[in-house]
């Protein structure tokens, strides 16, 4: 049931914009999205509730389509402290939750 | 606002050996998880708890037990360590659920760094 996160790694520069993708094979209702930062803790960055909803985050913004079971978070003229690792979550039935594999970003000067 | 504590944050453990990670929340949540991260796989469900007195199994339960004795305190025991358990474990809590009408996000804790020799 965990959901699939792709790519695995994104290598960009300063102000260049990158796409993650979430997909689950299983029906998705929601999708939550964190960010981890090297040796931290996870981050909650936003919750999609609605098929076709978007929400947004300073200049971090993601997409629901629940027909298609895929979301996608939108990191528009990247900065330096957008570096880190972004999950996708799931929430699933008696209030379980899971997460994708991550995606590692590195942003360079 | 210490927010989600875990103790302790680095223990190495022989095989065999039992421990106890504790993860305490003083906002007040319902809901508390315990999540183990290993490299490229993300973090995995051990175990959560929708209350006080309430446990249920996740997706890699098999090996841990624990306990939520008070609201705020969530328990998470090794009782024969295992070289497979080597991980980072992370305990995370939510206002209410996740999913369903309350779709709540999980706060975390820093983490604590698990050897098993």
């Known amino acids: 049931q965990q959901p699939v996160q792709s790519p695995q790694a994104v290598i960009l520069r300063e102000g260049e914009d990158a796409v993650i993708n979430c997909s689950s094979s299983?029906?998705?209702?929601?999708v939550h999205w964190y960010r981890q930062k090297h040796g931290e803790a996870p981050v909650f960055l936003m919750i999609?509730?609605?098929?076709?909803e978007q929400k947004g985050h300073e200049k971090i913004s993601a997409s629901f389509n629940e027909k298609k079971q895929q979301s996608s978070l939108y990191l528009t003229a990247s900065q330096l402290s957008y570096s880190g690792t972004y999950f996708c979550?799931?929430?699933?039935?008696?209030?379980?939750?899971?997460f994708g594999s991550g995606t590692k970003l590195n942003v360079k000067p | 606002n210490a927010g989600v504590t875990q103790t302790p944050k680095f223990r190495v453990l022989k095989t065999g050996q039992s421990m106890t990670l504790l993860c305490a929340q003083d906002?007040?949540?319902?809901?508390m998880y315990w999540y183990r991260q290993d490299p490229g796989m993300g973090l995995r469900l051990i175990h959560y708890?929708?209350?006080?007195?309430?446990?249920a199994k996740g997706e890699v339960p098999d090996g841990y037990n624990v306990s939520r004795l008070k609201k705020q305190n969530f328990l998470l025991g090794l009782e024969s360590a295992a070289p497979s358990q080597t991980s980072v474990y992370f305990c995370?809590?939510?206002?209410?659920?996740?999913?369903?009408?309350?779709?709540?996000?999980?706060?975390f804790g820093d983490g604590t760094r698990l050897s098993i020799l």
């Open positions: 995370a809590s939510s206002y209410k659920g996740t999913g369903g009408s309350s779709n709540q996000p999980q706060h």
């Open positions: 299983k029906a998705l209702y929601s």
């Open positions: 999609l509730l609605k098929g076709g």
């Open positions: 979550g799931t929430p699933a039935n008696f209030n379980k939750f899971y």
């Open positions: 906002m007040n949540h319902e809901y």
């Open positions: 708890s929708v209350g006080e007195g309430t446990t």
